[in-house]
């Protein structure tokens, strides 16, 4: 069987640092592993509208900036296809399809929904679109036949619940669909990133991001205004590392070579958390370090967006050849799909045939 990956990101703003660890960077390692087929990347505009119906200048304007994103972080067009949702039709029709797949009271159950729900404050108002998402989510998987989804956390219910479609699928119209793996970061940190104020999540609905295409003096003010230890007041006091998302950001970004280059007191993290645990050690120092360890990976990334922003209709050339390509692989899918629900009338010679030998035998 083809090994294929199928990811994504909403345009809802720029990407940040906790799409870089949870999802983006992962995605380039496997593009350049060379072990997969074939490597879908979607910009999932029409998903974004479920919950901004009423601003698609946000989200049409977000597409170029999620798609600088992707190239400056190193995914490769050659090598990937990137494409805009909206613009592959066939993905809506097989959301229609599954939908009678699902229950209201299954995606009533699922945590990720219920968390956005009050995220948002949709209480009553809920968009049917946007409650319906988990099931527009397998149209996007299936319809590429991904075997791998590449994603934070966050997304695992939705991934259990496209897998469900798939063995429901199969189970009444016969084996058609492939049930995807999730692939979560290997550490623990990225799974997850939290925000800037120590919220659960970054997210770009919640303010509390660290952007990739912040500037320097941004990202310095973000980290030097974060949130660490409420208790940790005076440097000598002892300070507590766990939910401290400075800490959490080092798990998630530093190695030891940095302590090396930048910290050369501490040989690892261990040791500096130790110290900071014990007492002794200030927040600005800690926060300075992430500062330097953040700014090597973002330095390069910023570097290659400055150079792909001098071109952008070359950007969009490039999204619109993802899309024809992504959409001939989705038709090709949908028409298995049709067949495998008996709704292919036209193709089915064998349909008329017998229709008409029921009609003569009247
Ligand atoms: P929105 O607030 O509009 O939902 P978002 O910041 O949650 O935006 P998405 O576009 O929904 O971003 O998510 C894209 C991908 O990035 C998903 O794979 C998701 O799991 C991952 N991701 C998003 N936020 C984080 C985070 N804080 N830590 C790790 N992964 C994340
Ligand atoms: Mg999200």
Redesign the pocket.
């Known amino acids: 069987m083809k090994k294929i990956i199928l ?4 345009p ?2 720029k990407l ?1 640092v ?2 870089y ?3 983006l960077k992962r995605r380039v390692e496997l593009q350049n592993s060379g072990e997969f087929d074939e490597i879908y990347i979607m910009i ?1 505009d029409a998903q ?1 509208l479920t919950d901004n119906a009423e601003h698609p200048e946000k989200v049409r304007e977000n597409i170029i900036e999620v798609a600088l994103d992707y190239l400056s972080c190193g995914l490769d067009p050659e090598k990937v296809t990137i494409f805009i949702q909206s613009q592959v039709p066939e993905l809506a029709e097989l959301a229609f399809y599954y939908m009678n797949l699902v229950t209201v009271s299954r995606l009533q159950r699922n945590p990720t929904v219920k968390s ?1 729900i009050q995220m948002r404050n949709f209480e009553s108002s809920i968009p049917v679109g946007f409650f319906t998402y988990p099931i527009s989510q397998a149209s996007d998987i299936t319809a590429f036949k991904a075997t791998t989804v590449p ?5 695992e219910p939705m991934i259990e619940q496209t897998r469900e479609i798939v063995r429901k699928f199969n189970a009444v119209y016969g084996e058609t669909l492939v049930e995807p793996e999730i692939l979560l970061p290997d550490n623990k940190a ?5 925000g800037t104020d120590g919220k659960a ?6 303010g509390n991001c660290i952007y990739l295409s912040d500037t320097p003096q941004d990202v310095k003010k973000k980290i030097m205004s974060m949130y660490t230890d409420p208790n940790h007041i005076q440097v000598s006091d002892p300070g507590c590392v766990e939910g401290n998302c400075v800490f959490t950001y080092l798990d998630a970004f530093c190695r030891d070579e940095h302590f090396e280059k930048y910290l050369p007191d501490y040989k690892n993290l261990d040791e500096l958390k130790a110290h900071y645990q014990r007492g002794g050690l200030g927040d600005v120092k800690v926060k300075k370090f992430l500062n330097k360890v953040l700014e090597e990976e973002l330095t390069p990334i910023r570097a290659r967006r400055a150079e792909l922003e001098k071109d952008i209709p070359a950007i969009y050339d490039i999204l619109k050849k993802g899309s024809v390509k992504a959409q001939k692989t989705a038709a090709v899918t949908l028409s298995e799909v049709k067949d495998a629900m008996r709704i292919n009338y036209f193709d089915d010679e064998q349909l008329i045939m017998d229709q008409a030998q029921k009609y003569k035998n009247k």
């Open positions: 990811t994504g990101d909403r809802t703003g940040h906790g799409h660890v949870g999802s999932a974004a956005e994603v934070g956390e966050d997304q990225c799974l997850r990133l939290p999540k970054m997210s770009k609905s919640l």
